[in-house]
Structures are given as C-alpha cells and as structure tokens.
C-alpha cells in the first residue's frame, strides 16, 4: 500500500469485535510509517471525540490552500447494512452533516454503500447544466491519499472493512436493477491505495469475476497496481485512469501517479488481462499544455491499448477559487484571462470558470491528438454541458445520449455508441437501501 504517516487511527467498536475486519484493520496499521493504537469509537462517543480531537479540522479545505499538506487521520468502519440501524443513526448523521461532507458523515454512520445518481433525470437539480450518466454508483472510502491541490478530499479517510457482507448486498442490489451493466467504484476515494493490506479491493474484483455481463469500473490515479495482477478478475474489472501531463500530476496532484507511472501501471494492467480507460480529467490548461498533452497521448498509444478516452477540463469552482487553489502553478495567461473576463456568463454553471470557447478549443485539440494514433478509438466528454455537445459534438461522433465514456453504467468493454437511451432505460427498482 502507500506510505503513509497517519497522524492518528480509530477504530468503530464493531471492527474491533470482527476478527476479519479487526485482521484488515492490523495489517494497514503495521504498514503505517508509525503504527499506532487505534482509538476505538462508538455511535454514541463519536461526537464528543470528534470535538476533543478536532479530527475534523483539515478536511473540506482545497487542498492546494495549505502551506504543508499532512497525511490523513484513518478511520476503520463497517457497513450497517440493516434498516433498522440506519434508521436509528439518522440523529447523528443530521449532526455530522454540519462538521463535515456528506459521503464522510455517512462513513461514519456506516451507510453510503450504494448511492442513487439521479444524474439529468426530473430530481436532479443540475440536469440542464451537465451530461452524465443516471445509475447507482458503489462506495468504500471517503477521503483521500491523494494530495491533488484542487480537491478537499484530504484530512480523513474513513475505510470500510466489511468486504463480505459489502458483496452480498451489491448482488442483491445488481439482482434488482438488470438493466445496469457496469458499477463505479468509487468517485469519492482511490480504493487502491490501501491494498493490498486492506484486502477489500480485491474480493470485490474477484466477486465481480464470478458473474456475467457485469462489470466493475475502478477510477484511480494510483501506480499501486501490482497486487492486482494475480487475481481472478476474467475480464470483468475495468480500470479506468484519470491521465495528465506530466506538469499537472507532477506538481498539482503530489502522491498521485506520475504520468509515466499511471501509463505503465495501466500496461502492466492491460497485460494481465484488465480492460483499461482513461480520462484526461480534469485538464487544467497550465503553460505548455499542448506539449504536454501530445506527448502524453502518444505515450498512452505507445504503451497500451485503451477502449475508451474521455475528456473534461478543470471545473466546478469559478476563477478566483481556481487561482487560489492553484497559486502557486503557472497557467497559460490567455485562458486564465478568458475566465476571469467570463465570470457573469459561466458564474451560474458547474462548467466554470473556462468559458465554451476555451473548453472546446481544449477538447478539439486533444481530440486531434489522439485521432492520430487511433482513428477508431470511441473519445467522449465527460460532464460536459448540452451546449457543448451541440458545438462540438458531431466532430466525436456521438449525440448527448449515445456516447460511451469511461465510467458510465452502460459502458461495456468495447462497446463503441449506446444502444438504449441512458434517460429512458435507467430506473431505480424500490428505495430499500439509500
């Protein structure tokens, strides 16, 4: 697993008293640079904790704004997987929801195996602004190894130990919705990072290996692949890396994957049989970032043989968060002055602060990049708005509602277009989990 010195460990009663979650817990432990005693909690101590130890207080802050990033606080937790005990726990959830993020007051909980994407359906209040993919998306972790400048994902990660009782629910859960093909695991964390100490990661791909015509989808920006090698996956686990310039994941994202090493992890992978993906996500336009970009796509070509490409620029905050979270980076001065002369046009959409023209100006070069290694290859955008799939659309090949991308729910080893309306197929079968 990574090296990693945890300032601090907690354990939830109910791992201590699992002897497999209990052995999980251990092994991650004595491979900490300085193993501790972890601090064992309740549901009803928790609180009192959280403030005496203020555990809390480095999380939710981008983490590019700190003047030296610390490894995370460790927490063990299992799944409550009953109705009854997540029901009981709805109090302290409503009260951790007010210190902290909603995936990590749920970890807390043990709840938030299973989460319901709405993503462009009637529900979803974001529907006309984004194109994304509605499907159950699957969770172990909150919280991060990853020292990426942009994101708040650091202070605290809290891991899930119950890998069993994980895996009989997600059958249960596939069983009811036939018509979802592939399972995300996980957009709020890098499962890879803590095994194969863990020992979670593994038994779900080897769960997976056992099934047909379903896939898990794992997201990383992590080099620690080796582990996975020797598994039993029979070409049901897709790995999907989110790839950039060397620039980027060598200054922006700190204890990620360099370049070199995500590209030779996702060839070691495709050689021991993984489909692999990336996602140049997000693509943050630093100085240089044309050459950085080639050379990173030939490098992808040289090396391996992706199914799948998607693409999305930087996003989610506007210009004057982005320069401070990233202060300290050289950006191209052309595109940053774009965004800040466009702060009323984007200021009311998740695609801020680069406005259309600098997106796609972005995506078509990349998409010319990689058309001359591949002239087949499916290449999406990921996240994108409905107007920029009416710009630039038809020169990818793909409407808004039949590309494949690298983590939709549909998006099967080599599948090239859709071939049902992600809007109009995707239904959630009862509410008997949350």
Known sequence: MYEFDAPAVYAHESVIADARCRVRMEKVISALTHPREPKVFTDENILSLIGQDKFFSGCNRAMGTLEQIPDPVIVFNKFKFSDIAREQLKPLKEKLLKITDAQRALALTGDGAFDWACYNLPEDPDRNDKVCRPCWRIHFQAGCLHKCHYCGFGGVLITMTNAEDYILQLGRLMQAHPWQETFLLEDDADVLCLEPELD??????EFFGTLKDRYLILHTKSWNTDWMYGLKHNGKTIIVWSIAGPAQSRDIEPKTGLTEQRIEAARKCQDAGYTVRYKFKPIIPVEGWREEASGTIEQVFKKTKPDVISLCCFMWMGIDDLKKKLAKHRMDPVFIKAAEDAREETKNTTSKPFPEWVRAEIYEYYLNEIRKYNREI??????????????IGKKFGFTATNY?????PNSIPNRKILLAHPYTQAKRNGSWIK
Do not use: A, D, K
Not at 200 to 205: A, E, L
Not at 379 to 391: C, D
Not at 404 to 408: E, F, I, K, T, Y
């Open 378 to 391: 499916p290449v999406s955008l990921s996240t994108e708005t409905w107007s920029m799939w009416s710009r």
């Open 200 to 205: 979670c990661t593994g038994p779900i791909i």
């Open 404 to 408: 494949v991308c690298g983590c939709g």
